[in-house]
């Protein structure tokens, strides 16, 4: 079974991804601890191929790294790359971006999954793009997931990402949608 190193030392996303590629014949591990790569990428995608390509590199194994966040209209895209970095904590970040849309009434917004699988030698060999269109609320709503989910509205779902299982989070978002791309590519990749 080949090794196909997650670019990040979140064991959470490891398990996550494991979840998402099901029993492909790829046996995915964390990246060393000591390797830290920085997102200097302009988009969610630039992200993902620099931090696949580096842990590629630097391990000299395949490697598999995502990108994602939340982009809203009315703000210009914001925050965009900056997702995670747009508040201390995910609350902050949820006052933060409310307070700036303020009564806006285009609430339309889309979070995005990039995901970029690099070959030892650090070129790209797969690269997919999931999306999921919303719209955010005026205040949150649910209890499940984490960062922008309770304030963002899946309308093909009638509800928000935090009111959502687990399964129906899967089936929605937009790393599912991603990892529904990448699937069909990442089995003709071969692994050697």
């Not at 099901?22 to 964390?30: S, T």
């Not at 997702?83 to 201390?88: N, P």
């Not at 009564?103 to 999306?131: H, K, L």
Request: hydrophobic share 40%; charged share 20%; aromatic share 8%.
């Amino acid at each position: 079974m080949t090794i196909l190193v997650v670019a990040t030392g979140n064991p959470g996303k490891l398990r996550e991804m494991q979840e998402y590629l099901g029993d492909v014949d790829w046996q995915l591990q964390l990246k060393p601890p000591e390797l830290d790569i920085e997102e200097t990428g302009a988009t969610f995608m630039a992200n993902a191929e620099l931090k696949a390509s580096a842990v590629a590199k630097a391990t000299g194994q395949w490697a598999i790294a995502d990108d994602s966040g939340l982009e809203v209209a009315a703000l210009g895209g914001a925050p965009g790359v900056y997702s995670a970095r747009y508040g201390q904590d995910d609350r902050d970040r949820i006052e933060r971006l409310l307070r700036e849309l303020g009564e806006e009434t285009n609430r339309q917004a889309q979070f995005v999954c990039a995901i970029a699988i690099a070959r030892p030698d650090g070129s790209i060999a797969v690269q997919v793009e999931g999306t999921c269109p919303g719209e955010i609320l005026y205040s949150p709503r649910g209890t499940n997931g984490f960062g922008y989910d309770p304030i963002f509205y899946c309308p093909t779902a009638g509800m928000t990402f935090a009111e959502m299982t687990t399964a129906e989070k899967r089936h929605h978002s937009h790393r599912g949608q991603a990892f529904q791309l990448l699937l069909p590519q990442l089995q003709l990749l071969p692994p050697t």
